[in-house]
């Protein structure tokens, strides 16, 4: 079964980081696009951090959103199978579910944009909470 499973959400203060992870079972996260995803309520999916697969010569140049830019940095560990979001400098307006997920996209900046639509798989998602 294809599967991806996020985790390292939690309770942090303003100004803090964290380090989320994503993890694939059943097929090869190095061979797909992956991006990140965030939901907070009453705000529609919004793309944050969208990677190219290592097929791709862009693939060591991800799209950040603009709300993300400077503070998250995604990145590949392709030995585990996983990709992660540091983020870093992190405030209240960042507390949302975040998700990650898996396809084919040919602009990877566009699965961003589009909230990530027509995504193959898709996690359960960890929920962040930046509060004080």
């Known amino acids: 079964q294809f599967q991806l499973a996020e985790s390292g959400g939690g309770l942090v203060q303003p100004g803090g980081s964290l380090r989320l992870a994503c993890a694939a079972s059943?097929?090869?996260?190095?061979?797909?696009?992956v991006g990140w995803f965030r939901q907070a309520p009453g705000k529609e999916r919004e793309g944050i951090s969208c990677l190219s697969s290592i097929m791709d010569n862009d693939w060591r140049s991800p799209y950040y959103s603009e709300s993300v830019k400077g503070r998250f940095t995604a990145s590949r560990d392709n030995s585990k199978n996983s990709v992660y979001l540091q983020m870093n400098s992190l405030t209240p307006e960042d507390t949302a579910v975040y998700y990650c997920?898996?396809?084919?996209?040919?602009?990877?900046?566009?699965?961003?944009?589009?909230?990530?639509?027509?995504?193959?798989?898709w996690g359960r998602g960890t929920l962040v909470n930046v509060s004080s």
């Open positions: 059943g097929f090869t996260l190095a061979k797909t696009d």
């Open positions: 997920a898996a396809g084919t996209w040919a602009s990877v900046q566009a699965m961003c944009t589009s909230g990530g639509l027509g995504m193959d798989y």
